[in-house]
């Protein structure tokens, strides 16, 4: 995830602009300028679409898509992103999601979860969680996550 210039917690994206010929290409485009070159080295592809939510504003469907990264891509993504084109101005910088919770039931990643997220990534995160089995099915109920206000 990524904190964005409004200091809330999101994933990197924007709106699909007219040389865009696809969803993909957009999002693929918009991952560049967000997260750097690296993000050149994969494609998120129609396969890794998970949902869509339709946005505040007038015309704006948010898509949401999920990619398994190897641990190397993740680095050089991660070492790269300062150098990013829109860092400093739509990212202030990458966010690494605690994927545990600590003995006493609330830190790690319920406490993560207490975080301010724009629209519904925090709905997005937990549904990508489940989807790509890094956090089973069923035990976010059990989680101790205080009231989202």
């Given amino acids: 995830m990524q904190m964005r210039f409004d200091g809330r917690l999101g994933f990197p994206g924007g709106f699909v ?14 991952l560049r300028e967000e997260l750097g070159e690296a993000a050149a080295a994969f ?23 999920a990619k398994r990264l190897t641990l190397e ?11 990013a084109k829109d860092h400093g101005l739509e990212v202030l910088g990458l ?21 301010s997220f724009i629209g519904s990534a925090r ?15 069923g035990s976010i109920s059990g989680l101790k996550i205080p009231a989202h206000h």
Avoid at 127 to 132: F, K, P, T, V
């Fill in 17 to 30: 602009d007219t040389q865009d010929r696809s969803l993909e290409d957009g999002l693929n485009r918009e």
């Fill in 43 to 65: 494609r998120v592809e129609r396969t890794d679409y998970r949902s869509s939510h339709v946005g505040s504003g007038p015309r704006v469907v948010a898509h949401f898509y």
């Fill in 73 to 83: 891509e993740l680095l050089a993504v991660e070492a790269g992103a300062t150098r």
């Fill in 95 to 115: 966010v690494r999601v605690p994927l545990y919770t600590l003995r006493d039931g609330v830190g790690g990643l319920p406490t993560f979860l207490e975080n």
């Fill in 123 to 137: 709905e997005q995160l937990l549904e990508a969680l489940q989807d790509l089995g890094l956090l089973q099915s």
